[in-house]
């Protein structure tokens, strides 16, 4: 048996009393809920119909359904027979079209799926070469967004509702007079992969010679085009290829969740990190890090490193690979301290020239030129490489810098928004506040009256890309088109159509599409793909010389504790903080949700002598750079001494109901382009504040308590080896499975599944914690949103979560990922102790829950050792029937009668009382059986996918019926040594297995890691 320790918390790593006191309990309140009704005793005045108004739903919304028709340019479905009629719309019979989704940083190739004239799930497109049928946490949340009752229902002047004619007229005229009286006139965008809308922009600017076009990202990659252009000789972003390198370097660069294109990029990743017995390979992967990333957590090893540290590593990186493939060095740098990882690095990359890759997400120039001399002496250009350019990330912060300038000398008489929000997201806040409204003409373009566009003139709504038509070009000559999938639930219109007739042409978007697309082949075969990809090779070349010499050698000082800032998966650059289900996801690192904070590393917390707190924080004011911010303090690992983060995209004020005031806004704490800063200042206010986090609740842990046993720390549940382990023997980390199988006692019989068996199975090699699948989870099977205050109290209904285990040192740990959902037990505990039977197991092995017959006893989460049951304390889809109630955290929830339309009709809406969970996609499974039913022919393996399996990016995820000897699943559980059930001693015999952790170390797995804090030190609970 192992003797590695995981853990979950930082109390769980000390073992503290009160951490083993809350663990002992399977539910962390008395009475959940009990305070809803309270304030219907005390005869509040707040009718509980009146708050479903704001956070439930309503019948009213059928109505709402019924008028959604067909587009009138019909979209072409995804599978049709282009021979035959295009079918009408049937009831209770889904129609799939592709489209895109594309958010300036990112793309995802999507099939959208239809009931009855509205769009209520996305699917990848497994067709796109590109990301090839994965998806992202934001792109699967993007549907909610369609339904988002904050949106502006039509033009606005001064907050006031006007008609598009007279918009149109307004602005034209005013356009007109700003250009003839010589003024500047500027589009500010963000990136837009719209070729008609940067089209539109052009003729824009034929027509009013005066108008200039500047885009800019919130979290901007600006200084790879401008390294590029020295380096390649051209400002593109390349295209990276990660499933071609042996090796990948990463520094502050989260490939996998939030740089560039993550999708495509873990897609690449994955296909070399999954031994098997044919091919018992990986690749290698060393990730320098100021912040605990997930591309952090899959890395083989982690180096923490301060923000002021990166140039030093990169330039002894450059050195000592340059030492070995020849080259020409940079004198004059500081040493870097760790130079025994910087040798074990560039050996590993000089041993697998063109077969390497590194790569940098710190906007700094020098940075990106150290890392191109280090690809180009590498020899990696052109293979791990290539010149196809990436067209996200097209923000130029030298440009926004010149606007700002104009802005300031009067010169810009007129601006026009586009998928910006600079008085939120730049540190230019306070210029744009306070010129907007001098300006002879300020108009948004953005879909609701945000933080910029509440200051502005005139707002002209942009439609939602589900409502709209569109052509986009992610990479160069691949081409991605838009389609709407309903009509525009509001009174707004697509962007480029605004800016077309701005420009003095009466065109639709649909035929800006049409006309553009025109050379493309059949216009009907390429909606129905979704994508024309009309690319040739792109050469590139590195010029090594010219790299090195736009690099000063002497690194800039930095002094005291320093500030990294970063994204968080789910909400990104807070573009769209207003999506609940963005907002209650899990960070995947430190399982928080609804808040930003500032992270501080285990050490400085411990020479600090801060008390340890479960869920609860102490508030600390941060100061840099002049300013301060007030936030909750959570302690993490894996961050460098001296070092804290912070993430942007909260402190929303103009977002909506779900995001207004959800955490702290820092973008106006930053420097132009700077996404660090040294010389913070933290003090604690003695203030604490609640964080609304999941990773102490739900925990699954072993009885460390029975006599006669040796003390474990999840051995059954986290199983691990190196791959040199692996390469010797198969079952490396999983030895122990044949003797615990061999010793199986039971009183059951086992029941013979006569037709299908159905299973699942989790690689947690492949998984990186993205938290794709548990919104696609939530969205598929009407899993509601609760808020941050439920969450805090354990009462999240997620039917899916991903377990995050650290094991080693927590200064650097390592990390493993582990999705867990309902284990469907062939032996079910909770099945035995139902007094009603409402949970009962069907003739295909799934573990069922009957809602109807449910009356809430909770004896079955009581008895379920996976934690994975929900119990739904408040009717959160609308059925009024409990009197009246109160919660001051409604706003939160964002349900309307109008996001009533998001619901999946397969899909049973549970009321209040009773347990939920997964159902493996039960409705799927009928689905898939009745289709092959239809076509009289027997069902086959990867007809029915789960909803968590279509959307994992990594393909980590496998579904299928275990009878069926030549299944995906039934080889995954039979036929791989890496293969185990969670507490198999016990005999649950779980339908879900999942694959033994295998990382590319030379060294073993982390042993067990002795608490570093003894008991007599912890100081307590912050209350």
């Not at 990730?287 to 990333?293: D, G, I, L, N, P």
């Not at 890759?357 to 030129?369: A, C, I, P, R, Y």
């Not at 001296?642 to 930053?670: E, F, M, P, S």
């Not at 009928?926 to 909803?947: F, M, S, V």
Request: proline content about 4%; some cysteine; charged content about 20%.
């Amino acid at each position: 048996m192992s003797e590695i320790k995981y853990w979950k918390s930082l109390e769980e790593l000390n073992e503290t009393p009160e951490y083993k006191d809350k663990a002992s309990k399977e539910f962390q309140e008395e009475i959940p809920g009990l305070d809803m009704f309270e304030s219907a005793s005390e005869g509040s005045g707040t009718d509980r119909r009146d708050f479903l108004k704001v956070m439930g739903f309503s019948v009213s919304a059928a109505a709402l359904a019924a008028s959604c028709k067909t587009p009138v340019k019909k979209a072409v479905p995804y599978v049709f027979n282009g021979n035959e009629q295009i079918p009408e719309v049937v009831p209770g019979v889904a129609d799939f079209y592709a489209t895109t989704y594309y958010d300036g940083s990112s793309f995802v190739n999507l099939v959208a799926k239809v009931r009855e004239g509205r769009p209520i799930k996305l699917e990848g497109n497994t067709d796109a070469p590109f990301t090839k049928g994965g998806t992202s946490a934001r792109s699967q949340a993007s549907i909610l967004s369609l339904y988002d009752a904050t949106r502006l229902k039509c033009p606005v002047k001064g907050n006031k509702a006007i008609s598009w004619n007279q918009a149109d007229k307004e602005i034209t005229s005013k356009l007109a007079e700003i250009n003839a009286a010589g003024g500047k006139i500027a589009i500010l965008t963000g990136s837009l992969g719209s070729v008609v809308t940067k089209k539109a922009i052009e003729k824009l600017k034929v027509k009013y010679s005066n108008a200039v076009h500047v885009a800019y990202d919130a979290v901007s990659q600006y200084a790879i085009r401008k390294a590029n252009t020295i380096s390649l000789g051209t400002g593109i972003i390349p295209s990276y290829q990660f499933d071609k390198a042996n090796v990948i370097v990463g520094f502050n660069c989260d490939f996998l969740g939030t740089w560039l294109n993550p999708v495509e990029f873990a897609k690449q990743y994955a296909t070399n990190r999954v031994p098997s017995k044919e091919n018992p390979t990986m690749s290698r992967h060393h990730q320098f890090q100021s912040a605990m990333t997930i591309t952090g957590a899959s890395a083989d090893y982690r180096y923490p490193i301060k923000p002021s540290e990166e140039k030093l590593a990169l330039i002894a990186l450059y050195n000592a690979v340059a030492a070995k493939v020849g080259g020409s060095v940079i004198s004059g740098a500081k040493a870097f301290a760790n130079k025994a990882a910087i040798d074990k690095v560039a050996g590993e990359l000089a041993a697998n020239k063109g077969r390497s890759l590194v790569v940098s997400g710190t906007n700094n120039v020098e940075n990106q030129l150290l890392v191109n001399a280090i690809n180009g002496l590498l020899g990696n250009y052109g293979i791990t490489i290539t010149g196809r350019s990436l067209n996200v990330k097209e923000g130029n912060d030298d440009a926004l810098a010149t606007l700002v300038a104009d802005i300031k000398s009067g010169a810009v008489q007129g601006l026009i928004l586009l998928g910006a929000n600079p008085v939120y997201n730049t540190p230019y806040a306070d210029v744009f506040k306070s010129a907007i409204g001098k300006l002879k003409l300020s108009v948004s373009l953005n879909d609701r009256s945000d933080e910029t566009g509440s200051l502005a003139q005139y707002v002209c709504p942009d439609n939602h890309y589900l409502e709209t038509w569109d052509l986009l070009e992610p990479k160069s000559g691949y081409y991605c088109f838009v389609q709407p999938t309903i009509n525009p639930i509001f009174d707004t219109r697509a962007a480029s159509e605004t800016l077309t007739k701005w420009a003095g042409e009466q065109t639709t978007a649909y035929d800006l599409v049409k006309a553009e697309s025109a050379a493309m082949g059949s216009w009907e075969n390429n909606l129905q793909l979704g994508f024309v990809d009309n690319s040739s090779a792109a050469g590139v070349s590195c010029n090594v010389g010219a790299s090195i010499a736009g690099v000063n050698a002497s690194a800039g000082a930095a002094s005291g504790t320093e500030v990294v800032f970063y994204e968080k998966v789910a909400i990104g650059d807070g573009t769209f903080a207003n999506n609940p289900l963005l907002q209650e996801m899990p960070d995947p690192i430190s399982k928080t949700t609804w808040d930003n904070y500032v992270c501080v590393p285990y050490s400085w917390a411990k020479e600090k002598d801060m008390k340890l707190w479960l869920r609860e924080a102490p508030i600390a004011k941060v100061s840099f750079n002049g300013k301060s911010v007030e936030l909750p303090v959570m302690i993490s690992f894996g961050l460098p001494k001296d070092t804290v983060a912070i993430a942007v995209g909260y402190g929303r004020t103009k977002a909506g109901k779900a995001g207004d005031n959800v955490g702290k806004n820092v973008y106006d704490l930053l420097k132009p382009g700077q996404f660090s800063a040294d010389n913070v200042k933290i003090e604690l206010t003695g203030k604490g504040y609640k964080l609304g986090m999941n990773q102490q609740y739900h925990t699954l842990q072993e009885d460390n308590n029975l006599p006669s046993r040796p003390r474990r720390y999840r051995n059954s549940i986290i199983k691990e080896a190196n791959l040199k382990q692996y390469q010797a023997k198969h079952n490396a980390g999983n030895e122990d499975r044949e003797e615990i199988k061999e010793h199986l006692l039971t009183l059951y019989g086992y029941h013979p599944y006569q037709s299908h068996h159905w299973a699942l199975s989790v690689d947690m090699n492949s998984c990186i914690g993205c938290g794709a699948c548990v919104i696609a989870c939530n969205v598929e099977n009407n899993v509601p949103v609760v808020g941050k205050e439920r969450v805090y109290k354990g009462q999240e209904m997620h039917w899916m979560r991903i377990d995050r285990y650290f094991s080693g040192d927590p200064d650097n740990p390592d990390v493993s990922f582990q999705p867990m959902m309902c284990q469907h037990c062939n032996n079910a505990p909770c099945e035995n102790v139902c007094p009603v039977n409402a949970t009962n197991h069907s003739s295909e092995g799934l573990n069922q829950m009957a809602y109807n017959r449910c009356i809430g006893t909770r004896y079955c989460a009581n008895n379920c050792p996976f934690k994975v049951r929900r119990f739904n304390w408040l009717d959160y889809q609308g059925n009024d029937s409990f009197g009246k109630w109160t919660d001051a955290t409604a706003a939160e929830y964002m349900y309307e009668d109008l996001t009533r339309m998001v619901l999946n009709p397969d899909v049973t809406v549970r009321t209040r009382g009773v347990i939920e969970k997964c159902s493996m996609c039960v409705q799927r499974i009928q689905e898939g059986k009745l289709t092959a039913k239809k076509e009289n022919r027997t069902l086959r393996d990867g007809d029915i996918k789960t909803a968590c399996q279509t959307s994992c990016p990594t393909n980590a995820i496998i579904f299928g019926d275990i009878n069926d000897g030549n299944s995906a699943v039934h080889k995954a559980f039979f036929e791989e040594e890496r293969n185990y059930h969670l507490f198999e001693e016990l005999h649950f015999l779980t339908n879900v297995g999942y694959k033994v952790k295998v990382r590319n170390k030379d060294e073993e797995p982390a042993l067990y890691f002795t608490p570093v804090m003894k008991e007599e030190d912890i100081k307590g609970i912050v209350k």
